[in-house]
């Protein structure tokens, strides 16, 4: 168990620039989550998935933003024509639906600045 | 829709003094809650849950949990703190125990020599 992996961890790009973000779960987890976190803010939710399907979005999820999870192992969340308001944290998690609790574990984050 | 208070932001406390960290939370449905603690440049981790049974839960590193569902609070207290207990804390609920978690803002606790 080598936890919860993010790539990159920082990113900085200018402002109508895509950027694609990498989160690799633990590997026996089957649900996977994005949040995002703004300077003195707690994470809000944007999306989870369950093995490849998408579950639930956030209205915090404009249609600029996508995220996949193909396989159902990685997944990836890209932002298209990035704005400054889109500069934050962003986290993944994943959790073990088959445990109690379902504790989810957090990845150290990507944190993007769009100039 | 659920949503979670951090009544404070900020917490400033002496070692080895007791600390009480304040949350407050709405839901139409019962809820599942959570702690979790993010040290300076590294991840969110998990404190302590409340799932169901006990109201009170402990973590092993000296921290409790109170559920008071007449209240609607779950605070966080801890009887002498330290020094390597300065983070940010963050109170979290779930309406199911698989699904999204709402947050609070969090409060920064800063423990002083």
């Known amino acids: 168990d080598t936890g919860v992996s993010q790539d990159p961890r920082h990113k900085i790009t200018k402002r109508g620039q895509n950027v694609t973000f990498r989160c690799d779960p633990i590997?026996?987890?089957?649900?996977l989550y994005w949040y995002r976190q703004t300077l003195g803010q707690g994470p809000e939710f944007l999306t989870y998935?369950?093995?490849?399907?998408?579950?639930?979005k956030s209205r915090l999820l404009s249609d600029r933003f996508s995220a996949e999870r193909p396989k159902g192992s990685f997944s990836t969340l890209e932002i298209q024509r990035t704005e400054q308001g889109d500069s934050a944290m962003y986290l993944c998690a994943s959790s073990d639906s088959g445990r109690a609790g379902n504790e989810q574990f957090f990845g150290p984050g990507t944190r993007l600045t769009v100039l | 829709a659920q949503s979670v208070t951090q009544l404070d932001s900020q917490v400033p406390v002496f070692e080895e003094a007791p600390v009480e960290l304040r949350c407050n939370y709405s839901?139409?449905?019962?809820?599942?809650l959570f702690w979790y603690v993010q040290y300076p440049n590294q991840g969110l981790q998990l404190l302590l849950k409340?799932?169901?049974?006990?109201?009170l839960v402990e973590s092993i590193n000296g921290f409790e949990a109170e559920f008071n569902k007449s209240q609607t609070s779950f605070h966080l207290r801890k009887p002498s703190v330290h020094i390597s207990d300065t983070a940010e804390y963050f109170c979290?609920?779930?309406?199911?125990?698989?699904?999204?978690?709402?947050f609070g803002g969090g409060t920064r606790l800063m423990v002083k020599p």
């Open positions: 590997s026996e987890h089957n649900r």
């Open positions: 839901s139409s449905v019962s809820v599942y």
């Open positions: 409340y799932l169901s049974g006990s109201t």
């Open positions: 979290a609920v779930s309406e199911d125990a698989g699904n999204m978690l709402t």
């Open positions: 998935f369950q093995n490849e399907a998408q579950l639930e």
